[in-house]
């Protein structure tokens, strides 16, 4: 095959090639902004069972966790064309409530995420679902009327027992079909949004354990847990170090208590 080296054949060779290039190009972008338009059945199928005003692309679902009342967290997990969003994903630990109340610690993550919202700017989600029937419903929805955000998107409670569907102003509760993708999509944000609060309470009352027990040694108080911490990372690894490591980070009196205190 003569491939030519120069004059005009070999111009044209390289306009060829550089239509061929944006050609290429361009089918590459028209089958991502199609992929991008694709939008999932569940989706569609949700906004019709529900009758929401618009597709609940992007879906910002809420669940608390505590046990009897210690250690109060929640979570905030997004569903972006019903996949999970990880990197949006939110922990909250829950500062004005206490004791066991799920009303009044909805209201203040939900008050503390869309407040947040509106001053940065973020993306407003088409769809916030809150894990309860009607009694989280009105709760979630006075939270929101009160920092006007109320209105901005739809809301629902997704009760537990029935998987009944809670919308304002709504007496009766929605039934989607047991079998249809658009309770599938409910019930995996509703599960996922379960699991990683449940996993957030959970290291947030290992910490607390972890520190209290330091805390028992004699000589030992916050300042000295908070070092040791730092310095070794983790109390399995505090355990197991060697009694020098440890008194020549706290000291040679304190570091041998710590010592002795798990070599017992």
Same mark, same amino acid.
């Given at each position: 095959?003569?491939?030519?080296?120069?004059?005009?054949?070999?111009?044209?060779?390289?306009?060829?090639?550089?239509?061929?290039?944006?050609?290429?190009?361009?089918?590459?972008?028209?089958?991502?902004?199609?992929?991008?338009?694709?939008?999932?059945?569940?989706?569609?199928?949700?906004?019709?069972?529900?009758?929401?005003?618009?597709?609940?692309?992007?879906?910002?679902?809420?669940?608390?966790?505590?046990?009897?009342?210690?250690?109060?967290?929640?979570?905030?997990?997004?569903?972006?064309?019903?996949?999970?969003?990880?990197?949006?994903?939110?922990?909250?630990?829950?500062?004005?409530?206490?004791?066991?109340?799920?009303?009044?610690?909805?209201?203040?993550?939900?008050?503390?995420?869309?407040?947040?919202?509106?001053?940065?700017?973020?993306?407003?989600?088409?769809?916030?679902?809150?894990?309860?029937?009607?009694?989280?419903?009105?709760?979630?929805?006075?939270?929101?009327?009160?920092?006007?955000?109320?209105?901005?998107?739809?809301?629902?409670?997704?009760?537990?027992?029935?998987?009944?569907?809670?919308?304002?102003?709504?007496?009766?509760?929605?039934?989607?079909?047991?079998?249809?993708?658009?309770?599938?999509?409910?019930?995996?944000?509703?599960?996922?949004?379960?699991?990683?609060?449940?996993? @957030?309470?959970?290291? %947030?009352?290992? !910490?607390?354990?972890? *520190?209290? &027990? =330091?805390?028992?040694?004699? #000589?030992?108080?916050?300042?000295?847990?908070?070092?040791?911490?730092?310095? @070794?990372?983790?109390? %399995?690894?505090? !355990?197991?170090?060697? *009694?020098? &490591? =440890?008194?020549?980070?706290? #000291?040679?009196?304190?570091?041998?208590?710590?010592?002795?205190?798990?070599?017992?």
């Amino acid at each position: 095959v003569h491939v030519p080296q120069i004059g005009e054949k070999k111009q044209l060779i390289k306009m060829a090639q550089s239509n061929a290039k944006l050609h290429l190009n361009e089918r590459a972008l028209v089958k991502e902004k199609a992929e991008r338009n694709r939008i999932p059945h569940a989706v569609k199928e949700l906004k019709e069972h529900l009758k929401l005003d618009r597709l609940p692309r992007r879906i910002e679902c809420f669940d608390n966790s505590n046990l009897q009342g210690s250690d109060p967290v929640a979570s905030m997990v997004c569903f972006v064309d019903a996949k999970p969003r990880k990197s949006s994903y939110k922990r909250f630990n829950i500062k004005t409530v206490e004791g066991p109340d799920d009303f009044a610690s909805m209201k203040e993550i939900l008050t503390r995420r869309y407040s947040r919202v509106q001053k940065d700017g973020e993306q407003i989600p088409d769809l916030i679902i809150v894990d309860g029937g009607k009694g989280q419903l009105s709760a979630s929805v006075e939270a929101l009327k009160e920092i006007d955000f109320y209105g901005e998107c739809e809301i629902i409670g997704l009760a537990k027992r029935l998987e009944e569907v809670f919308r304002p102003g709504m007496s009766d509760p929605i039934m989607i079909p047991k079998k249809s993708s658009a309770l599938k999509l409910l019930q995996h944000a509703r599960d996922e949004a379960h699991r990683f609060a449940i996993n @957030f309470h959970r290291q %947030k009352r290992s !910490k607390r354990t972890v *520190k209290t &027990e =330091l805390l028992d040694i004699d #000589g030992v108080g916050k300042k000295t847990v908070q070092k040791l911490l730092m310095e @070794f990372g983790s109390v %399995k690894k505090i !355990k197991k170090a060697k *009694k020098e &490591e =440890l008194q020549l980070s706290i #000291g040679k009196s304190i570091g041998e208590k710590v010592y002795n205190y798990f070599a017992d």
